[in-house]
């Protein structure tokens, strides 16, 4: 392992994988981005390039020919157990033995992808938030046999780009926020289904209470309508009362309403009407 | 009932009914302050001249001698239900049969107390969130047998005093926002009994994301450990799960440490550690 983390190699050039190479850059690091797609490459460099104009970051879309010699790899590709097993196997056989591993991940515990890294005391999970932009948490997770010093090198490393690191004591699902979030979520969605307030009653409650200029709903939209079926479906396994809300999500997004991204979800977009000056009168 | 609430009485002259009283009178309306306590109610008029100067306002200790003539009681005694009825019921024989009653409660259900008024349809459940000034939520929360006209005179009226009225559809324990609030507090305590996370972390991960300027703990200090002890063993019975949650608060509670009210909780004041500056360094 080494103290310094200077070289970076980020895995996924998606939309997590942009920002944070784009993180990395703005405090003078260098930063090498893979994706095995090429026409993910050229996106990403496109948008990399309107953030950052440094020289000081290469792509490639060939693992073997990845300058191995580097201090830490990020790993950013979709949240799939198989794939993140598979990619960090691969990683492995090319990159160099003593580089930190990381997976950025919002759902899979560090323990049940450690030993396809081939060096589980240089692993755990490093978890970056959606927009990474100003004040933003990384947690970092470590599972049972990360090393300390991994740990102590990534908190430093996360206050070099200019975040704030959150350890965790030990492995825990959605780490401290998202446990949280998850659990908000769980309740508005209840309020609604038992038909005790509206989506947008919620949120005005919301608001009004924590001078927060979005609600619960306002939220959801943002992640992605999707995106919180897909976690509130793995919740459900635990909690089976929690498939009531995925079938709720459901009939959003069989709609096309996935939030933001799609332009309408629980509200339409560019407008979102929580956004009125009036929403709170 | 009178569509046109001018002359409103509070009944209680604590903490909460101090503020309500304030903030109608702010918006030139009449209010009677009544409570048993001379001492209560000396202590209320001093508070209540910190804020408004004017004259529309009156104190009362004998409950026969109130100026029955009025559009609207507010009853804000504390959350036991014996003495809500008691003194709902006690009202009802004094005050004129055409004036709304309310009751000031976070945890009592409408109908459970409606009967003791005298007047089930001319009343409802009317929660105002402390503190009271700027932009604020009141929840209307009325019971099956609530005039909708009473719901719409309400809504009415607490524009009129400068607040957000929010309606619920029905009864449900908690209302909206301290619904959701509830399973925050659950799910920050429950990290913490984990050993996931510390006090700190849990709101360096809120205040992080969320951009707010005091995370759950801190929220539990201004609340009241007490209070909040409270209000987790109403609804552990419930879900005896939550005792583990009693009995976190409890140590707090057992060695004094309320919260803001007495200089101590998971922080200390005046100057608790989450507004540092450097808090989320």
Known sequence: MRGNVQKILVVGAGHMGQQIAVQ???????VIVHDISQANLELAKK?????VSELNFNVTSEIKSIDTDCDLVIETVIENIKLKREVLAKLNTVVNKDA??????????????????????????????SPLY???IVDIMPHRRTSPDVVKVLT???????????????????????????SIMDKSVELVLKEVAGIEDVDKAWMGNTGMKIGPFG????????????????????????YIGVAFFKKYVD????????????????????????FLK
């Open 24 to 30: 990395i850059m703005k405090h003078g690091l260098n």
């Open 156 to 182: 430093s490393f996360t206050r070099t780009i200019g975040l704030i690191p959150l350890v965790l004591k030990k492995e825990s699902p959605a780490y401290i926020y998202n446990a949280i979030l998850n």
């Open 255 to 278: 709609a096309g309403k996935l939030g933001i991204k799609s332009g309408e979800g629980f509200y339409k977009y560019p407008n979102p009407k929580y956004l009125d000056y009036d």
């Open 219 to 242: 939220m959801l939209d943002f992640i992605g309508i999707d995106t919180a079926m897909h976690v509130t479906r793995i919740r459900a396994k635990k909690n089976p009362l929690k």
């Open 47 to 51: 948008k990399i390039h309107e953030f």
């Open 134 to 136: 100003g004040a933003n």
């Open 100 to 129: 930190i591993f990381v997976s950025n991940t919002s759902d899979i515990l560090p323990s049940k992808i450690a030993k396809y890294t081939g060096r589980p005391e240089l692993f755990c999970a490093y978890h970056f938030h």
